[in-house]
């Protein structure tokens, strides 16, 4: 079976190499012919551990390929995988389809065979309905091109391990054929035991957002509780590790701090409120407002925090934020916390120096208005307050007293709770962090 992957972004590089290195022959496209020409040479155009070498093996094994050509990709594959992104639009809340709308558009009257579409990109619920009957409509194949939806459930920095050895796969059909070629893709994984979910498609268009929804409310609510600790002189971390040993919770997505950012929950969270206010049930989701609103707050207090430790005004103080990208082990800074609070702390006056193992050319291309050191030593040499915004193991084993050698005053805001506050107070740092006195 010969798979194209429509959309070689983070998603959809990751799924091709994946789908190469499983033995199947694939062809992504995309309409960027910059990035096409990128991934032909073996290269990646962002950081995700582990990709880089199976995209060269899948070039090198000749299984992978590029094209920016729909006519190709119709004639080369059997089954088409959209893995394209739905980015918020910019006038609203509301999930942007128009690049999904296009795959769809632009593929469709090259179908001239039998052909199976399988959406993997995250849509607000009656999406695929509603594409279902476009392909039929536009393909030369009719009813024997067949949509199916099946959400992939990707975390940055884990998106091989995620692909390869996932923890459910899900696809909404009520095509035999359809979920005969699916399970053909995972077959190795439905062997190894994972399960296989077969539901219709409005169902499986809400299992991401339902999860991204869950997950979002989980950190919103430890954030809520860390300004509750702050308020009442009681420690957010020993709290979330009582709450942790009941079964019931559990203590993933306990971590207080910063709060959230990235390229799926803020957007995803806010789609979903948008949908359900078309489908007249806003209600039902209005809580996710007030999710989105302590998750906004985080942002705020890190900055009021830090001021509280340079005596009120950031004027003609020097900051240093230690990270960029709004998690570790990736280069994405989309709706990154640590460069809104740098950003923020910037217009307040003060000169802020950024360093980030992996995403500075992205933050500098984004925000050129602040400053950028090529190591972390450079980043808190002379500074006034150090502020930890995204927990990079670099960052989260510095040694107080190294640091502490270069800075011009001894304090730090740990935005992450990354770090051990006896071990650095020891060192003569005063240390705050969010939820904690």
Not at 49 to 58: H, V
Not at 415 to 422: E, I, S
Request: glycine fraction near 8%; charged fraction near 25%; proline fraction near 5%.
């Amino acid at each position: 079976m010969r798979v194209s992957v429509i959309g070689t972004g983070y998603l959809g590089a990751t799924t091709a190499a994946c789908l190469a290195e499983l033995g199947f022959e694939v062809l992504g496209l995309d309409v960027d012919e910059a990035k096409i020409e990128l991934l032909r040479s073996g290269s990646v155009p962002f950081y995700e551990p582990g990709l880089e070498e199976l995209l060269t093996r899948g070039l090198d094994a000749g299984r992978l390929s590029f094209t920016t050509s729909f006519p190709e990709a119709a004639e080369f594959a059997d089954v088409h995988l959209i893995c394209v992104g739905t980015p918020q639009r910019d006038d609203s809340g509301a999930a942007d389809l128009r690049y999904v709308n296009s795959a769809v558009e632009l593929l469709a009257p090259h179908l001239t065979r039998p052909a199976v579409v399988v959406g993997r990109s995250t849509v607000p619920v009656g999406t695929a309905a509603t594409l279902a009957a476009r392909l039929r409509e536009l393909a030369p194949a009719d009813e024997e091109a067949e949509l199916g939806w099946s959400p992939e459930f990707l975390r940055e920095g884990f998106g091989v391990e995620d692909t390869l050895n996932p923890n459910r796969i899900v696809l909404g059909t009520d095509s035999r054929r359809v979920e005969k070629v699916v399970r053909e893709l995972w077959q190795k994984q439905i062997d190894e035991g994972v399960p296989f979910l077969v539901t219709d498609l409005q169902t499986a268009e809400l299992v991401k957002v339902s999860a991204n929804a869950f997950l979002a409310t989980k950190i919103s609510f430890i954030n809520a509780m860390a300004e509750v600790s702050e308020a009442a002189g009681a420690d957010v971390i020993q709290l979330a590790e009582a709450l942790s040993h009941d079964d019931r919770i559990g203590g993933k997505f306990l971590g207080p701090g910063l709060g959230f950012g990235g390229g799926c929950l803020p957007k995803d969270i806010r789609a979903f409120m948008a949908r359900a206010d078309e489908l007249g049930v806003e209600p039902a989701l209005s809580f996710l407002r007030e999710v989105d609103a302590i998750n906004q707050r985080r942002r705020a207090r890190t900055i009021d925090i830090a001021r509280e430790l340079i005596g009120g005004d950031f004027s003609g103080t020097s900051v240093t934020v230690l990270g960029a990208a709004f998690k570790p082990n990736s280069d994405d800074i989309r709706d990154s916390p640590a460069l809104d609070v740098a950003a923020t702390v910037a217009s307040l006056g003060a000169r802020v120096t950024v360093y980030d193992p992996q995403a500075m050319d992205r933050a500098r291309e984004a925000y050129p208005q602040l400053g950028y050191a090529p190591t972390m030593a450079d980043a808190v040499r002379g500074a006034d307050v150090v502020l930890l915004l995204t927990e990079w193991a670099e960052f989260r084993e510095a040694h107080p007293d190294e640091i502490g050698e270069a800075v011009a005053h001894k304090r730090i805001v740990d935005g992450r709770n990354a770090l051990d506050p006896t071990f650095w107070r020891a060192s003569g740092w005063t240390y705050r962090a969010l939820g904690r006195q």
